[in-house]
Every structure is written in C-alpha cells, then in structure tokens.
C-alpha cells in the first residue's frame, strides 16, 4: 500500500493512468483494502491484524508461487492440495515425540532436518512425476494432474492408515510458529521464496523460456528452447514449492491428516488469476502472484472479521475470482 | 469497463460488509464459536442451537465455519482473539489441533468448551477455564456394538457358525475423526462381546446417500447372501444402503416391501445401523426400514459448551459448576479426555442415546 501511493504521488496523471491500468491487481488489493479499513474504523489493521493475516496467507504463497509459474509455460496443477498434505504427513512422522505411544515411528527421534528433508523430497518427487507426465506422457496437464492429486491422496491414507499425525516435537513446530521480532518466520520464508522465484523468472535464461513456452510452444521449440526438459523443471520447481509448503503447513498446526490443505490448489489458482497470471499463459510475475494471495487473503480475513457467514464468504470469493479473470481477458484481448 | 468491474467489486464487499457485519457497540457479553463443518448435520444443529441460545441469553455471537479445515479454524481464532472476543465454545477439527487453540485463549486470559471431537488431556491441561463438553464418538460405536449384540441375541438364526458376524460397512470420509473411531469402536465392542466379525467389504461413502447407495448396489450383486449386516458410519450413508436393499428385493417378503416376516424388526434381509437420529432416519424406521440409530445430542452438547462459555464470561464460573443439568465427571473413565484425574473436573460428558425400536418415538420432532 506504502509503495503504491509513493508511485502515485510522484506519476504524472498520465503515468498514473497507465500505472493504474497495468496493475488493475494492485488496485484491486487497495481498494479492498481501504474498504475493509474503513468499514471497522481502522481496527481491522492492528499489528497482530496483520501478523494475522501474513501468517494465514504464507502457506497458501508457496502454492501460488508454484502454480503461477506452471500456469506462465501455459500448464495447470490440480493435484497441489492432496501433495501438500501427502508432504505435511510424510514430514510430520519423522517429527513426532518418541515417547508418543500411536506414533508411526514410536520410540525413534529423527533430527530435525529428517521431516524437513523428507517432505521437500517428497514435494520434489510428485513435481517430478507432474513434469514426466506432462512433458513427454504428452498427457494434457488438467488430467495427468487430476490422476496424481488421487494418487496424491490414496498414498497418504495408505501411509497414515487414516490416522492423524499428531503430537509434533516443539522444535519441529518452532519453525513455523516462531517469529523474528513482531515478524513471523513464515512471512520471511515467503520473501525469500518470491525473492528466488523472481530471480528465476526476470534474471535466468528458464525464466525466459518459461514465459516463451507459455506465448507460444511452437515458437520456443523452433527457436530450441528444450520444452519438455523446461516443462520438467517448471512442475519439479513447483514441487518443491509445495514440499515446502507441506512441511510449515504440518508445523503450523502440529498436526497432519487426509484433510490437511484440501483445497489449496484452487485457493492458490485464484491467488495467482486475480494477481494477474494469465490461463493463457506467458504472462504473469512473481509480485502479482503475491498480491493476488494478499488479494484472496484480505478478502478472508475481512470478511471473518466483519462475521459474514461463511457461506457467502465463498460466494464472493467466486464472484472476484470471475471478476478478474474478465478483466484479465479484457487486458490480454487489447493487446 | 475495468473501472466499473473494480467498483463493482468494491461495492459489493462495502455492500455485504455493512449489510451482514454491522456491529452494534454493546456491553453485552460476546461469545465465539467456531464450528468444524456447517455441511455436517449435527454440527449444523450444533451451531443452530447455540444461536438461539445467544439471542435469550443477550449474547453477542460471533460464529465461524471452518469448512473441515484446521489452518482456517486457527485464522478465525486469531480473528477472534485480536477483535477481543475471549470465550468460546469450539468444534474443532482434530483432537491434536486443540492445544495450541486453547494456549492462544490462555494467551488472552480467555477460556473455551470444546464439543463433538473431544480436546486432548493437554489441551485442558493449558488452564482451568477449558472443557470438554461432548460425547466421545468411540461411545457412538460402543452403542452400534450394544444394538448389534442384542439382535443378534434375539435372531439367534440370523449369525453365521461360531458366531460369526458379517458385516458390510459403509465408512465416512477417510481419516475423519468420526470415521475412524466409530469404527474402530463397534468392531472392538463386538470383539469384546465374543463375536468374530469378518468384514466382507468396507469402503467410504464421503458420508454421502447416493455414494452409499451405488456401493451397496455393486456388493448386493457381488455377495448376495454372505453378510448378515450392514453397519454405516452415518444415518445419510444408512438410508443410502436401506434404498439400494429395497430396489434389489433384498427383503423378508419380494412380494410386498412392507411385511416383515421373519419378525426382526425389519422388513430387510439384514439389519442396517446408523448415527445420527436424523428425521429421516426415524422416519425409516418408523417403517421398519433402518434397524436402530445412535443419537449424538447435539442440543445436549451445544448447551453444556454454551452455558459453560456465557459463565465464564459473565465471570461466573466455578470449579463444579452445573453446566445444562450436568455436573464434571469426577472419577478418570477410559477415554481422554477424561481419563486423567489432573483435569476431570473439567469434563462434562453428554450422553449418546441407542435410538431403537423401543423409544425412537420420543426423539420425533
């Protein structure tokens, strides 16, 4: 919100113009949340507000970091929920209290790198088969996607027995509930994150290839770019993504079952939609992926705050979600 | 265009704002509920009965539905606690999530009563002002054993050599609380009791009828005359498998659906059992459709949680205070949370009721 209004204030109006119609996803994410603040006198904006509210959103960042890249080389991911929560419980068995009786490994104590390590692991390992599957299976991504998110989650029953993987070592959680100062460590993981994925996708010959494979698959193979390994790559990126995900998301509420994170893919799909990453593909960047989570995030949360039931809770977020793909339409038919 | 779409945006969250969160700024006292699922019957009647409790009791009532999802049901709580709210009555998601909710209340001196899925021993351990108000839903499997037992006491005939009961069971959603330890509670009751069960298929049905249904149909083909029972997680899931029984004449009498001949007290084959007391189900079986029922009181818990939580903020709660006509349990059972003598005193237990033959006619609306 800081740095909008410095821009505002120094454009001329003509800038600002161009500056607002570029960023309809900023300007969504200010409007609302002027509305918000104005609705309840300020008061929806106090510090553990807003640590609230980061807090809510950092898991939901790692997926959208993902599947924004995906959706630029012009892919989709449906399988993200139940690969986050395979993720949260393969990692939360390796943390649970050796001395917890219905533990899946009772009685062994892992180092703190074990559940960290197998759940980016197993993160990485269903990216890889997302990729394998979309680049040379050839399967279109909506259903080679669709199958691993149930395979997803027949592994993770099988696994867990159905059971709840609970009773986490302190340390294990730390990481995910600490916080550095007023700030919680899982806001700073997300900026690190978005600080690679940015990188990745302005400053490396991948990231250009990914916007290339996105705009136009046909160009990037005659111009040799390597589709299928980029393609590869992007999922196994994602992966990773939400192998971390996975893992704060299990320490965060010390707890994993088979409804952890059901859902997140299409809670991360909209993120990155309303941020401005086009279905289309090749277009999209790692600052609109984040505030479309902020987007998605402060309509949550104020609503929560204001009490508005639930049930049209999910409503609106529909109608927003449609909202702004019309208007990313609208964007990329001018062009 | 784009200008309009963002105004039109912007009213519409100002509109639904103002119409639905208008707060007025009363002293009267203000309680948080934080419900797991509103989709779920009885925490649908849960969360109905603790809103006509607010509105006679002049409470504020701030309530949340998490949609099964314990991340979302941790933001609304931080909703909550930073709006001041410090007093809840919470069904939450899973036994493990509940200590962390009930150390952010301690945080804010605050206190809570938690239903439907029962708090751990620590949870309760956090502070004095934390309860258990609920009806452990092993207890709901306990029942179905119980019932089960007594048929098969009665119809003698109807169990396979060495006491054998084959079940067809129908589960909820995989690694739901509710699924897993109903479950696993009727068959250990019935191992308890000297049967041998032998489950001749079992899958979830999400809970649902029509899933339930489509099950039943494929394994009425495929085991015709191989079970003697068909035991679901849920009356939803129950009535599911009583229509599909019906549609393939799996009956006393093909000729006529309505006559029970052998005297069982169904006109069914085999008896079918479910949870909830639904008015459907006692609709079924008021004709001898659906065998039995277990009623978990959602009235029953909504108001031990709920009078708990208004004490505590209306500043008077006390150790043994009489929540809904119940008094703590005061000697440690078998199931946590109540098994530990350090916070019993802090545990109301409600109770299941088997809904049989004998009394479902009081359970009626």
Redesign the interface.
């Known amino acids: 919100m800081a740095a909008s209004s410095t821009v505002t204030a120094q454009a001329p109006a003509r800038g600002l113009r161009a500056f607002l119609s570029k960023n309809t996803n900023i300007v969504t994410f200010v409007v609302l949340a002027l509305a918000l603040g104005a609705l309840t006198g300020g008061r929806a904006f106090g510090l553990d507000s807003i640590q609230n509210l980061l807090i809510a959103e950092s898991v939901r960042a790692f997926a959208a970091l993902g599947v924004g890249m995906i959706i630029i080389t012009r892919g989709i991911d449906l399988s993200i929920g139940y690969v986050v929560c395979l993720v949260a419980s393969v990692s939360a068995s390796f943390a649970q209290t050796p001395d917890y009786a219905a533990a899946l490994y009772a009685g062994k104590d892992f180092v703190i790198l074990v559940p960290i390590a197998a759940g980016l692991m197993t993160g990485a390992l269903c990216g890889l088969v997302n990729g394998l599957l979309v680049a040379y299976g050839k399967l279109p991504a909506f259903i080679a996607t669709l199958g691993t998110l149930s395979i997803a989650r027949g592994l993770q029953l099988i696994y867990t027995k159905a059971a709840v993987v609970g009773s986490l070592k302190q340390p294990f959680k730390n990481i995910s509930q600490g916080s550095l100062g007023p700030v919680p460590y899982l806001a700073i993981y997300v900026a690190f994150a978005a600080f690679v994925v940015w990188v990745l996708l302005r400053h490396t010959r991948r990231g250009t290839n990914f916007y290339a494979i996105g705009g136009n698959p046909v160009a990037a193979r005659v111009s040799g770019i390597n589709v299928e390994r980029e393609l590869v790559m992007v999922y196994l990126y994602a992966g990773v993504l939400y192998g971390i995900a996975g893992v704060l998301q299990a320490g965060r509420l010390g707890l994993a079952n088979a409804l952890t994170a059901n859902g997140m893919e299409l809670d991360a799909i909209a993120a990155v939609t309303v941020g401005g990453v086009s279905q289309t593909g090749g277009v999209g960047t790692m600052g609109g992926m984040i505030v479309g989570v902020l987007t998605l995030g402060i309509i949550n949360y104020g609503m929560t705050y204001l009490g508005v039931d639930s049930y049209y809770q999910l409503l609106m977020k529909g109608v927003i979600i449609i909202v702004a793909v019309f208007m990313d339409m609208n964007k990329n038919a001018r062009r | ?2 200008r309009m ?2 105004l ?3 009213l ?3 509109a ?3 119409l ?2 208008c ?1 007025s700024k009363s002293s009267k006292p203000v309680i948080g509920a934080l419900i797991r699922n ?1 989709d779920e019957q009885f925490v649908a009647d849960y969360a109905a009965n603790v809103k006509v409790l607010a509105e006679k009791a002049g409470v504020e009532l ?1 309530l ?8 979302t049901q ?3 709580l ?2 909550l ?3 001041g709210v410090k007093y809840f009555v919470i069904v939450p ?5 509940t ?2 909710m009930a150390q952010a209340i301690a945080k804010k001196k605050g206190g809570a009563a938690f239903s439907n899925i029962q708090p751990s021993v620590a949870a309760l351990k956090v502070g004095k002002n934390f309860f258990l108000a609920s009806s452990p839903e092993s207890v709901a499997g306990q029942i179905q054993a119980q019932i089960i037992d007594d048929y098969f006491q009665k119809n003698p005939k109807k169990l396979g050599a060495n006491k054998t009961i084959n079940a067809l069971m129908l589960l909820g ?5 509710a ?2 330890y109903r479950t696993d509670a009727v068959l250990q009751g019935l191992k308890d009791k000297g049967y041998t069960v032998n489950v001749v298929a079992q899958d979830t049905a999400n809970w649902k009828p029509d899933e339930a249904q489509q099950k039943m149909d494929a394994w009425i083909a495929a085991f015709k005359g191989k079970f003697n029972i068909v035991i679901t997680n849920n009356d939803g899931m129950a009535l599911g498998a009583v229509e599909s029984l019906l549609t393939a004449k799996y009956v006393d009498d093909p000729k006529d659906l309505t006559k029970d001949t052998d005297g069982d007290g169904t006109v069914l084959k085999v008896p079918v059992l479910g949870v909830d007391a639904t008015q459907v189900a006692l609709k079924s079986m008021s004709e001898n459709k659906l065998y039995a029922t277990v009623l978990q009181d959602s009235v029953g818990q909504s108001s031990t949680a709920f009078e708990l939580a208004l004490a505590m903020a209306q500043g008077k709660y006390k150790a043994g205070f009489e929540a809904w006509g119940l008094k703590p349990e005061t000697t440690p059972g078998d199931e946590a949370p109540a098994n530990d003598a350090a916070v019993i005193g802090q545990c109301y237990l409600v109770p299941f009721k088997a809904v049989t033959k004998d009394n479902y006619k009081e359970f009626v609306k």
């Open positions: 265009m784009k779409s963002i039109a945006l912007a519409v969250v100002l639904a704002g103002s639905i969160g707060q509103l701030k949340l539905d998490s949609r099964s999802d314990q991340a941790l933001d609304q931080n909703t606690l930073s709006q998601n899973q036994t493990e999530a200590e962390q959603q995989l690694g739901h609380p699924q897993k």
